[in-house]
């Protein structure tokens, strides 16, 4: 069956908004250092230039910065959230289709809703655990610099305080930190469900309901805590090899009738 996903759309704008707050992060922080030493251009019209620049991209990484964390991520989340119980329960709470976003065989009921987020789960968090491994050593690089220039006696104050607030600052760090935390929830998360999958925990008593909706509410808090978008690149790598193993977790839970499908879930 070909996966179709119709709130792909809702994804695009944050990726692209995204890299163009990661370029604008990345501009003010050159700018800061020009600014820095703009005593010695030799043309003031250029110093005043760069002063402005500088001034812009830094207004601008804000507003987009708060336009995605605020507009475009909870719009997106949203769509995703209802997609979820459409799919649980069987009742059309938006018009986008999907198609093979999920891969086990239950129908609507809480239980489809338990499986849906252990399949959540289980895919976020290989794919934070793969990405995760980027951002530390990217930080772990900075931070080496940041080390560097503190021990080196003829880095100027000024220039160290420049190199300081751009090293923790929230492009940085709290991205690993939000990445690292959206990967441990995730993780427990999944524990939890498949430990519950696995003893046939009684569903449709209310302990089994209740468990449920926790885990469901703990799915979505998680990821409104992290506001961060996984990688639709290291979710096409991992893909198929995910898949595979969620088909056998399948059979080990005894949802035996899940149908291998390289192309059963979508990155979110």
């Given at each position: 069956m070909e996966r179709v996903d119709g709130l792909e759309r809702y994804y695009k704008p944050i990726e692209s908004a995204e890299k163009y707050a990661s370029a604008l992060f990345w501009a003010s922080a050159v700018l800061s250092v020009v600014v820095l030493y703009s005593q010695s251009i030799p043309w003031e019209s250029f110093r005043d230039a760069t002063t402005i620049l500088f001034t812009i991209s830094v207004v601008l990484h804000l507003i987009l910065t708060l336009f995605v964390k605020f507009h475009l991520v909870p719009i997106a989340e949203g769509k995703r959230r209802k997609q979820l119980l459409s799919n649980a329960f069987g009742v059309p709470l938006i018009p986008e289709q999907t198609q093979a976003y999920y891969?086990?065989?239950?129908?609507?009921?809480?239980?489809?809703?338990?499986?849906?987020?252990?399949?959540?789960?289980?895919?976020?968090?290989?794919?934070?655990?793969?990405?995760?491994?980027?951002?530390?050593?990217?930080?772990?690089?900075?931070?080496?610099?940041?080390?560097?220039?503190?021990?080196?006696?003829?880095t100027p104050l000024d220039l160290l305080i420049i190199i300081t607030q751009t090293v923790f600052s929230g492009e940085i760090i709290t991205r690993l930190i939000c990445l690292e935390m959206l990967r441990y929830r995730n993780e427990d998360l999944y524990e939890e469900l498949y430990n519950e999958f696995l003893h046939k925990i009684d569903f449709q008593s209310p302990a089994g309901i209740s468990c449920i909706l926790d885990a469901f509410a703990s799915y979505e808090a998680a990821k409104a805590a992290a506001s961060l978008k996984q990688s639709t690149r290291v979710f096409d790598d991992l893909n198929p090899s995910l898949t595979e193993e969620w088909n056998e977790i399948c059979i080990k839970l005894e949802m035996s009738s899940c149908i291998p499908n390289e192309k059963a879930r979508g990155g979110a």
């Amino acid at each position: 069956m070909e996966r179709v996903d119709g709130l792909e759309r809702y994804y695009k704008p944050i990726e692209s908004a995204e890299k163009y707050a990661s370029a604008l992060f990345w501009a003010s922080a050159v700018l800061s250092v020009v600014v820095l030493y703009s005593q010695s251009i030799p043309w003031e019209s250029f110093r005043d230039a760069t002063t402005i620049l500088f001034t812009i991209s830094v207004v601008l990484h804000l507003i987009l910065t708060l336009f995605v964390k605020f507009h475009l991520v909870p719009i997106a989340e949203g769509k995703r959230r209802k997609q979820l119980l459409s799919n649980a329960f069987g009742v059309p709470l938006i018009p986008e289709q999907t198609q093979a976003y999920y891969n086990n065989p239950l129908g609507p009921s809480i239980q489809k809703l338990g499986a849906n987020i252990l399949e959540n789960s289980f895919f976020a968090k290989a794919v934070c655990g793969k990405m995760v491994v980027r951002e530390r050593v990217k930080v772990l690089t900075y931070f080496t610099l940041w080390l560097f220039a503190i021990y080196w006696r003829t880095t100027p104050l000024d220039l160290l305080i420049i190199i300081t607030q751009t090293v923790f600052s929230g492009e940085i760090i709290t991205r690993l930190i939000c990445l690292e935390m959206l990967r441990y929830r995730n993780e427990d998360l999944y524990e939890e469900l498949y430990n519950e999958f696995l003893h046939k925990i009684d569903f449709q008593s209310p302990a089994g309901i209740s468990c449920i909706l926790d885990a469901f509410a703990s799915y979505e808090a998680a990821k409104a805590a992290a506001s961060l978008k996984q990688s639709t690149r290291v979710f096409d790598d991992l893909n198929p090899s995910l898949t595979e193993e969620w088909n056998e977790i399948c059979i080990k839970l005894e949802m035996s009738s899940c149908i291998p499908n390289e192309k059963a879930r979508g990155g979110a």
